[in-house]
């Protein structure tokens, strides 16, 4: 019932920047919380960050804190991934996806709901 879909990823170069944003079908955006993983080739799905329904609470990956940014605009039905000083590692498809849950959480398996995916690629 709800879709997702990513845009804006790309090829780009080490130390650059990319906004990756996420369009919500639903008209209760403000119900789920919001979340970004990534996988890349021949790996698993991995956490990159998450935040609430109301946008109060945030988390990150270790690999991404402080480079990456997380917000949603729940007027617009939106979420947003802010990636800077990306790093060739950084390379993966990147998934959106909705959670059921209030508080932010880091297991792909608590999220009901996945965009298409965008990609990613860092260049050395």
């Known amino acids: 019932q709800v879709q997702l879909v990513e845009s804006g990823g790309g090829l780009v170069q080490a130390g650059d920047s990319l906004r990756l944003s996420c369009a919500a079908s639903?008209?209760?955006?403000?119900?789920?919380?919001m979340g970004w993983f990534r996988q890349a080739p021949g790996k698993e799905r991995e956490f990159v960050a998450a935040?609430?329904?109301?946008?109060?609470?945030?988390d990150y990956a270790d690999s991404v804190k402080g480079r990456f940014t997380i917000f949603r605009d729940n007027v617009k039905n939106t979420v947003t991934l802010q990636m800077n000083s990306l790093k060739a590692e950084d390379t993966a498809v990147y998934y959106c996806?909705?959670?059921?849950?209030?508080?932010?959480?880091?297991?792909?398996?608590?999220?009901?709901?996945w965009g298409q995916g965008t990609q990613v690629t860092v260049s050395s």
């Open positions: 935040i609430n329904w109301s946008g109060g609470r945030t």
């Open positions: 996806a909705a959670s059921y849950r209030n508080n932010v959480v880091l297991t792909p398996t608590l999220y009901s709901y």
């Open positions: 639903t008209r209760t955006f403000s119900n789920y919380l």
